[in-house]
């Protein structure tokens, strides 16, 4: 029998707006570790990706790993894979930017590693997959793409024919993919060393020719307990042995995907559906569906979902995470528009390279990390955004449009300046869905509501359950390492967190009963006398080259928010006081992601809490303070009050 050719690959990333500490960290524990191991025993060749904001960082911190990496690749030992620059999601970019984020790529690596550094291969984000990629790829000059086994096994293909290079196209163009080894993804580094030895030595006898593993790096060393089991207990030392028994055998042979598409035979040709893999089809559902869905999961049992049946057991595609978080996409409509307005001003080069940024994709989801949920991370892609406005709009009058700027199907105002930009909805009763100064680069409005999440209901059913035994292999014990989802699987929640009333933004306007306390207030559970908070209401528009205007009116209620050309804004609220109990407050919230001074006419007694979610880490669960909740508080038979915001740079 010919060797199993094997590809061994590792992709180190870290996103835009990670705290130093964190790279710090993954390097010392993670990144020059493993490749020392690997050096030492000389496992070669490997594949490797290194995500664009790793490069810059690794570039301006550690120029001696990269300078070994570049060693490694000019001996054909090492192959980099290429993708976009700044790590996004491809398939949520406009075309063009798809193209322009993999140049990006190529330039990089090819002026810091040389030209033979890559063998035109792609390591695609997330694995999320959609047809017409491959038309845009291929213009990009990528050769090939790595994508799951999974992308394969929903539409039908057999598992034993996923090991070889298969070719799929679209507008005529080619480009060949990859399959993942899913099987692979689990046993390493998570199960003894003999076990992924004798796996491979089941598919070559079963007449494999190639078998893949690609995956994140970051968990030889960086997932939870991970760095101990990896290293200090002598997981990959064991490892390296038995792949160099496998090798000095003739049992495997170690390769590069460039050098599997020209050797193995190609598997024939293939027409892949939207697709990612199967934890993340999970997370893009909808609470209810993701419940279900997981309880589908655990009726069916490991077993079944392992065989070809588990396979046409789905979730939702990654693009569903802009309707489960509206947080999310105003941040990627933002990003459309900008991009589309850089390229009709010309594309000048920093607006351009802080779009590019703005689309690392980390932010814009949630799963088993906190993306979404983690405002450095999200704080950063608004940093961005206003680093490419403020260039845009350098000079700039002040302006509205209105423009369904979310994409939903309803009209926004969008006010911008040389200084500033703010979108009112009149859908939400006028609310402040963005209100970005771009001289500190900060929305205040980008705070993420507290919403109510499937693994909260799924933490409660395990913390019922907790006397259950662990599952082999997800105790940390001898026979193994927890995994990042063995330990998803195995949080625990006493009570359910707080979930809002409403969506969070700037000035949702609400009458409170009388007795109402702040405690009961922040939990969220109470029923105001009235609310505005998703009322559509008529909204006129006035400009003048000092200000805009915008009046808004529904049942008992006007709201007149005064925008500044310097960016201060005014509310003067009127309401109907006679439609309301005399002993009500009239409460309009202010949600704050970063501090700001109010001022209260009448003079108001203002409360205040932190806004804190719950939210899935890989540590287990995390409570993360979002923001602030500020809400001055009117009597109301008063019938009016303003509140001003002045500017400050």
Request: glycine share 8%; aromatic share 10%.
């Amino acid at each position: 029998m010919d060797p199993l050719r094997f590809v061994f690959g590792v992709h180190f990333h870290q996103p835009v707006g990670n705290f130093d500490h964190v790279f710090e960290q993954h390097v010392r524990d993670v990144y020059r570790p493993l490749l020392e191991r690997l050096a030492e025993r000389e496992f070669f060749p490997i594949a490797l990706h290194i995500s664009g904001p790793l490069l810059e960082w690794l570039e301006a911190h550690e120029a001696a790993l990269l300078d070994r990496i570049a060693g490694l690749a000019g001996d054909g030992r090492l192959e980099l894979l290429l993708s976009g620059l700044y790590e996004p999601v491809l398939a949520s970019l406009p075309r063009e930017d798809r193209v322009e984020q993999i140049r990006w790529m190529r330039e990089a690596v090819e002026r810091r590693f040389g030209a033979k550094a890559h063998g035109g291969g792609l390591w695609l984000t997330e694995r999320v997959w959609e047809p017409e990629l491959a038309a845009d790829l291929a213009l990009a000059g990528v050769r090939y793409a790595l994508v799951d086994d999974r992308h394969f096994l929903v539409s039908g293909f057999a598992g034993d024919r996923l090991h070889a290079p298969f070719w799929t196209e679209s507008d005529g163009k080619r480009v060949a993919l990859f399959p993942i080894d899913e099987r692979l993804r689990y046993l390493i580094p998570f199960q003894p060393p003999a076990d992924i030895a004798a796996y491979l030595r089941q598919l070559r006898e079963r007449g494999a020719p190639l078998a893949v593993f690609v995956d994140d790096g970051e968990k030889f060393g960086g997932w939870p307990g991970t760095k101990e089991w990896v290293y200090d207990r002598g997981w990959l030392a064991q490892f390296l042995d038995a792949m160099g028994a496998l090798v000095a055998s003739g049992e495997i042979r170690l390769t590069t995907p460039a050098t599997a598409l020209a050797e193995v035979p190609s598997g024939g040709l293939a027409y892949l559906p939207t697709a990612s893999y199967r934890e993340m089809e999970g997370w893009a559902l909808p609470p209810d569906a993701a419940l279900r869905l997981a309880r589908l999961e655990r009726d069916l049992g490991e077993e079944r979902l392992a065989g070809p049946d588990g396979a046409l057991v789905r979730g939702a595609h990654w693009r569903n995470f802009f309707v489960r978080y509206p947080e999310s996409n105003r941040m990627h409509k933002k990003m459309q528009a900008l991009s589309a307005l850089c390229r009709r001003a010309g594309e000048p080069a920093a607006a351009r390279r802080a779009i590019g940024r703005a689309q690392c994709n980390d932010a814009y989801w949630h799963g088993v990390f906190g993306g979404l949920y983690l405002p450095h991370l999200r704080h950063a892609i608004w940093h961005q955004l206003a680093l490419a406005e403020g260039e845009l709009r350098r000079g700039a009058p002040l302006a509205v449009e209105r423009v369904d700027l979310d994409g939903d199907g309803f009209e926004e105002i969008w006010i911008h300046a040389a200084g500033f930009s703010a979108v009112v909805s009149p859908r939400r009763g006028g609310v402040i869905e963005e209100y970005t100064r771009f001289g500190n680069g900060v929305n205040y409005a980008a705070v993420v509501t507290r919403r109510f999440e499937a693994y909260h209901a799924l933490a409660r059913e395990e913390a019922a359950q907790a006397a259950a035994p662990v599952p082999d292999g997800a105790d940390g014990g001898e026979s193994g390492a927890p995994s990042i989802h063995d330990i998803e699987k195995r949080v625990r929640l006493d009570r359910l967190p707080p979930v809002d009333r409403d969506g969070r933004a700037l000035f949702v306007d609400r009458v409170l009963p009388a007795d109402l306390t702040l405690d009961v207030y922040a939990s969220g559970e109470y029923e105001p006398v009235v609310s505005w908070a998703a009322e559509p209401v008529a909204a006129e528009v006035r400009a003048t080259g000092e200000a805009v205007e915008v009046t808004c009116r529904a049942l008992g209620l006007e709201k007149r928010l005064r925008f500044a050309a310097g960016g201060g804004l005014t509310v003067t609220y009127r309401w109907d006081a006679a439609r309301l109990p005399a002993t009500a407050w009239f409460a309009p919230e202010i949600s704050l992601a970063h501090p700001l001074e109010l001022m209260c006419a009448p003079e108001a007694d203002v409360w205040s809490f932190p806004i804190a979610t719950v939210s899935k880490s890989e540590r287990g669960l995390d409570e993360t303070v979002q923001g602030r909740s500020l809400t001055p508080r009117w009597p109301a038979a008063l019938g009016e009050a303003r509140i001003e915001i002045p500017w400050t740079r």
